[in-house]
């Protein structure tokens, strides 16, 4: 007798199939399991979901109903917990189900069949090593401190710990712990940057063998993607180290989920179902009875704040590994400096009596390429994108104007192309233009060995190519590079030895900006790269973080002089306090994309005239529709509306009657429209 299953299929953004679809079959598969169905002219995959409550469903005939075409029973069936944080997360972030189940599979294996599959599941596994790689180093008090509290307690943990405390290290022993009490258990270790993934993975099978360890991450081909699920899938792979998506990995036997630099804007996806994956880590940690440690030096306030009202457990390890002292700042007064410089005397006296000594110094610039704007001297040409609300940026290395948005690129042109001048000159710096000047004024200073200064440039630009990164860091920490130039990607988690000074050339743009995120992202900056310095505990004691600005006497800097990040988030909180800002309220952005901004805006209008007689819209407030600060890319027009409401369930309640609202605007020339729960960026 045919049964009826309940399928969730991929479905496009705003689908009015927001759950899941009915079929029929000759066995009565569980939940999780995953199958090959009819869905229009194409078979697609999905997956078998729980049967929906009682009211919801119509009475169906299965022998109306078309049929499952083959199910993939190679593979056990995704777990309870997998299913419920898919389903948590497709309500909470407002997408239909099908969207978040099928994106959060590796992409090959939703296209393989269930013969494929089989072929693929009987490849000979690598029989990688697993025993340990070597004795684990001492403990610091800290350390064996935070270790006890997260053996006996059951968390959220705040791992709140200076640079160079020793995190990573507690990671490890709590992962080790975790297999001891259990061996079939399993861990997730979450990293902002697929960058910072190779150096912990190296660790961790260092540590754990490589057998136990996979990684999961965007910059993996599809066939390593695959790979690595199927492993942790099966539990095979006690360890999985990747960056955001892997929050879905399926980890049946899942224990311990650790979210390293917590703080990282990063985690929060920009594109389609837009998550948070450390707030769905404490989410899925809770729902699956596992543990979980977020670690940082620099907390993020909603995390502080959750520490303040006793929801997560905050454990501090305020002292360096090795007795060594965090480093002195020092702020340079821009004002009475030379018109102009970019670099102060003072600062590069500094760099040039590290590389006499044979050490190392970092210099970082949060802008690559080579100058932001190319511009006319004679007219007001500037090197506009064509399809963006944007300048293009000019790079020297190999003369273009390239748009960071679109991706528009040309050559630069002999001439202004408006007027005619030869005269065309960059205005303002980028790393590229920063290596070009600090190369000209380092030029007489020499090493100890007498050798001219060696300078590298780390950015986007320059670890675009497959390997470029990791030879780059190992260029770094052989000691091959005297000065290291980068964008915030040189600041996050490395661990460079020689390196005793950092300098911030040009932070200033955040402390005034709209944006009021701005400041404490810049804090955890300089604080992160602060940490870059000194982490050799026999040269820590002369360190030093220089910080070029035209306001020494901000207060943001006072907290940094110091190291003192709670005081930083105790006058931030404050502030937001009385601003009923995140996190003491709760916001949502719905975003229009259209052919012109009168378009997206007249959308808008519509969803918030819409809105008051909604469940919950007596507690929301609903700004008037604005253009998004690039307002054009690509020659789409772009524009959003705010929405705050004091209370986290109320909102959801007003967004889940307003989804089918939305759904059902009709304005002639939309291109799409999105919602986004807990905006980093408004």
């Not at 020689?498 to 402390?511: H, Q, R, W």
Request: aromatic share 6%.
């Amino acid at each position: 007798m045919a049964q009826l299953l309940h399928v969730v299929v991929p479905t496009p953004a705003h689908s009015t199939v927001g759950g899941t679809l009915s079929y029929s079959s000759e066995l009565p598969y569980p939940p999780g399991t995953l199958v090959r169905v009819p869905l229009g002219r194409r078979e697609v995959c999905g997956v078998v979901w729980e049967t929906p409550a009682e009211d919801a469903v119509e009475a169906l005939d299965p022998a109306q109903l078309r049929p499952v075409g083959a199910v993939l029973d190679g593979l056990p069936p995704l777990s309870a917990g997998w299913r419920q944080l898919v389903a948590f997360t497709a309500g909470y972030y407002q997408r239909s189900l099908g969207e978040v189940a099928l994106a959060a599979l590796p992409p090959q294996l939703r296209a393989l069949d269930a013969v494929q599959l089989a072929r693929r599941l009987q490849r000979k596994v690598d029989d990688a090593p697993a025993a340990p790689g070597g004795p684990a180093p001492d403990l610091s008090a800290d350390q064996a401190q935070a270790l006890a509290a997260i053996g006996s307690e059951p968390g959220p943990f705040l791992l709140f710990g200076a640079t160079g405390s020793g995190k990573t290290e507690v990671y490890l022993r709590a992962v080790q712990s975790l297999m001891e009490r259990d061996p079939q258990a399993q861990a997730l270790v979450l990293v902002p940057e697929i960058n910072l993934t190779p150096q912990l993975q190296a660790r961790f099978e260092h540590r754990f063998g490589a057998g136990a360890v996979v990684a999961l991450h965007s910059g993996m081909t599809n066939p390593q993607r695959l790979k690595s699920w199927i492993a942790a899938h099966l539990g095979r792979a006690r360890i999985v180290l990747g960056t955001r998506m892997a929050v879905f990995a399926s980890l049946p036997r899942l224990g311990l989920i650790v979210v390293d630099e917590e703080h990282d804007p990063s985690y929060k996806q920009q594109e389609g179902a837009r998550y948070s994956a450390r707030d769905l880590a404490v989410y899925r940690a809770r729902a699956e009875g596992a543990k979980v440690v977020l670690g940082s030096a620099t907390p993020s306030l909603e995390s502080w704040q959750a520490c303040d009202r006793g929801r997560y457990r905050c454990l501090e390890m305020p002292t360096r590994i090795g007795a060594g002292k965090l480093p002195a700042v020092r702020l340079v007064n821009m004002n009475h400096q030379p018109r102009g410089a970019l670099f102060s005397p003072p600062l590069l006296d500094a760099i040039g009596q590290r590389v006499a000594r044979g050490e190392q110094s970092l210099v970082f610039l949060n802008r690559r390429g080579y100058a932001p704007v190319l511009a006319c001297n004679a007219c007001d040409w500037k090197s506009e994108c064509s399809h963006c609300s944007a300048f293009r940026v000019f790079h020297k290395i190999d003369r273009t104007l390239r748009c960071h948005h679109c991706g528009f690129t040309e050559r630069v042109p002999r001439a202004c192309p408006q007027c005619g001048n030869v005269d065309i000159a960059p205005v303002g710096r980028g790393t590229e233009r920063l290596e070009e000047q600090l190369g000209e004024l380092l030029a007489d200073v020499r090493r100890p060995d007498g050798t001219p200064v060696r300078i590298a440039r780390m950015d986007a630009d320059s670890t675009r190519l497959k390997g470029a990164l990791e030879q780059q860091l190992a260029q770094v920490h052989a000691g091959e590079v005297d000065v290291l130039v980068g964008t915030q990607m040189v600041t996050k988690g490395h661990d460079f030895r020689t390196i005793t000074l950092v300098a911030a050339v040009n932070p200033d743009s955040a402390l005034y900006s709209s944006d009021f995120r701005a400041p404490e992202r810049l804090f955890s900056l300089l604080m992160q790269a602060a940490g870059r310095a000194g982490r050799d505990a026999a040269r820590a004691a002369a360190s030093e973080m220089w910080v070029q600005t035209f306001s020494p006497e901000h207060p943001l800097f006072a907290a940094l002089k110091k190291h003192d990040y709670p005081a930083f988030a105790e006058q931030q909180l404050r502030e937001r306090r009385q601003a009923a800002m995140p996190p003491f309220a709760y916001q949502a952005l719905l975003r229009a994309e259209a052919r012109t901004q009168e378009v997206a805006q007249a959308f808008l209008q519509s969803a918030a005239d819409a809105g008051p007689g909604l469940e919950g819209g007596g507690h929301v407030v609903i700004y008037a529709p604005v253009p998004m600060t690039v307002q054009r890319v690509a020659n789409v027009e772009r524009a959003q509306l705010l929405l705050e409401c004091g209370s986290r369930p109320a909102l959801q309640a007003f967004l889940a009657a307003w989804q089918p609202v939305l759904q059902g605007l009709r304005v002639r020339g939309l291109i799409r429209w999105a919602i986004d729960v807990d905006p980093l960026v408004i």
